[in-house]
């Protein structure tokens, strides 16, 4: 079937204050270390007064997917909602700056664009505080059939779970999805999140996914188990491919018949592992709609994380379309060898 | 005397928006690469629309300055106009999160806060166009007597005189200071500001001016001479202190009597030159503040310039203190050989 786009991604549209911020200050303001908590608008002033000099760049766990997808040279859109005021203008410059196509219409007159608040600490861990804002309006009126069904797959992030008219943008958005001959890959987000929704989410990857991202702590969380293999094996059918992200230990896919085992691209030095999972979903997803073998599409995704890695925030600074060719290249040598 | 303050800053008070850019756009978009051109807000629009995804971080020389003079644990404040808006609560944030006193009543009913899109090629140069919104809305009323007269120095970025309150501001700042006992520091800025105030500049340093930033390029075009050599020769005399920065060629200081080279400090891989010249001024004037000799402030000078070089934005992201406590334990390991 001939699709106009590869990806499109669905989720929060989110600019994140990101600062540097010691495990004592942590400690200090109750914050779940490693997390994501949700905070309301003046719980969010409260922080930000007591946080260190940031940095603002666009986020949104789906959003940072499209947007190194759309830098690889993927075609895709986002949908998701900002306010109209100056921080929703610097997330619809950033993310249709890397060429995805993005026409949510804006919230007027209401709460202002979502911003999520993260520490680094010096482990390079993040953790993070999110208002949500004006990206719980999202609705299902934002969902439109035609742009939905022209895309190889829909990316949807589990964080919509988190509110009412967010989730039924989510459902109505999977449904057109089945409709048209379009894949729905889905990313859990959080253990929190996950914890809060997981019998929705059950029934969801039981009847409506194709694709699943996890990593180890929401996969264990989700299924409650105490170990991975115990939660691999309890997720093992339900979706036609299962990848499970585990940090510096790479990641699994499983398919319906194999597992593979995929390792972590090494890092020299991590300043900020903001959105490697969301990157990798990126790289994935980039190879999967462009027909790669599994192993090359883990491959792209463990590459891709590696990409943000290095910096502060979860967009890409740097040409990661170059770093997968290498990849593809080291690959292809390998097999060469093991032919020969 | 005592004074409560080391340092008060008065600049531009702007908002940083960097992004990385291939030479060929600043060519098609037909921008002066390096300088720092002034742009109304339409053409801030249209060139943000072309350029790809950015981040924000607070900027402005002066105040580029002064957030990492508190960084490293000096008292330090200020003045700057910011709007009442999203992106003014960014620089006002960030600023009073370094521990600065930062007390300047924001604009209301006029211009947005003020950009500095800023355009990074692969040479780690950075290329400036500004739209000052805002921050030249700046007044003689906005400088307050009994705060200017508190700190030791007061530093004046160049870039306020190209609009006549700003102007006017900076004059009554320089005036108050000397009435005061406090010193006057004065950074030149920009090449291309130099050119357009000449006159008003000379005049200034004659009369009053205590320390002088300026890279090559000011200084050359302050003089109007062909090398370095000779611009030192015109300058020689006309300050207390005269401080030339000269990129990794490291910076020449005159005083009366000398004068000093001081070495760049060496750095492995060059993101980002934003504001190395602005966190030199800070690691000096923190020795100066301090009576440390003429030499160990220079080091200092070099060791917060290249503390911003690793990463995108002016503003420091890991600890200066540390470094200046290496450098000083370096010099003084030295002298005590030299004289062993």
Redesign the interface.
């Known amino acids: 079937m001939n699709k106009s786009l590869d990806l499109i991604g669905i989720g929060n549209a989110i600019v994140d204050v990101l600062?540097?911020a010691e495990d004592s200050f942590i400690q200090t303001n109750q914050i779940n270390k490693g997390a994501m908590t949700l905070i309301e608008e003046d719980q969010a002033e409260e922080l930000?007064?007591k946080?260190?000099?940031?940095?603002?760049?666009?986020g949104g766990s789906a959003a940072n997917t499209i947007?190194a997808f759309a830098?690889i040279g993927g075609r895709c859109g986002f949908i998701g909602k900002v306010a109209d005021?100056?921080?929703g203008g610097?997330f619809r410059?950033?993310?249709k700056?890397?060429g995805a196509v993005y026409d949510t219409v804006p919230l007027t007159g209401g709460l202002?664009t979502a911003r999520c608040l993260i520490m680094v600490t010096p482990d390079a861990e993040r953790t993070m505080c999110t208002f949500l804002g004006a990206s719980v309006w999202i609705t299902p009126g934002d969902i439109q059939k035609e742009f939905i069904q022209s895309a190889k797959v829909i990316l949807l992030e589990g964080y919509l779970f988190d509110k009412p008219q967010a989730k039924q943008a989510f459902m109505k958005a999977s449904e057109l999805a089945h409709e048209g001959n379009t894949k729905t890959a889905l990313s859990l987000s959080d253990p929190f999140c996950v914890a809060r929704h997981r019998e929705e989410f059950m029934d969801l990857i039981d009847d409506h996914i194709d694709i699943l991202f996890a990593n180890e702590d929401e996969l264990k969380g989700l299924f409650q188990t105490e170990t991975l293999e115990e939660a691999l094996i309890e997720v093992k059918g339900k979706c036609e491919l299962i990848v499970v992200t585990r940090g510096a230990k790479g990641s699994v896919i499983l398919t319906s018949g194999q597992q593979y085992d995929i390792p972590a691209e090494s890092v020299e030095s991590v300043i900020d592992t903001t959105g490697a999972g969301d990157l990798y979903a990126a790289g994935f997803l980039y190879g999967y709609t462009r027909d790669e073998d599994i192993e090359t599409c883990g491959h792209y995704g463990s590459t891709a994380a590696a990409a943000v890695l290095h910096?502060?925030?979860a967009?890409p600074?740097q040409n990661i379309s170059a770093c997968l060719n290498r990849v593809q290249e080291r690959l292809q040598e390998r097999k060469k060898i093991a032919y020969s």
């Open positions: 600062t540097q930000y007064a946080m260190g000099p940031a940095m603002e760049i666009s947007a830098s005021d100056q921080l610097v410059h950033d993310i700056a890397t202002p910096h502060m925030g967009r600074q």
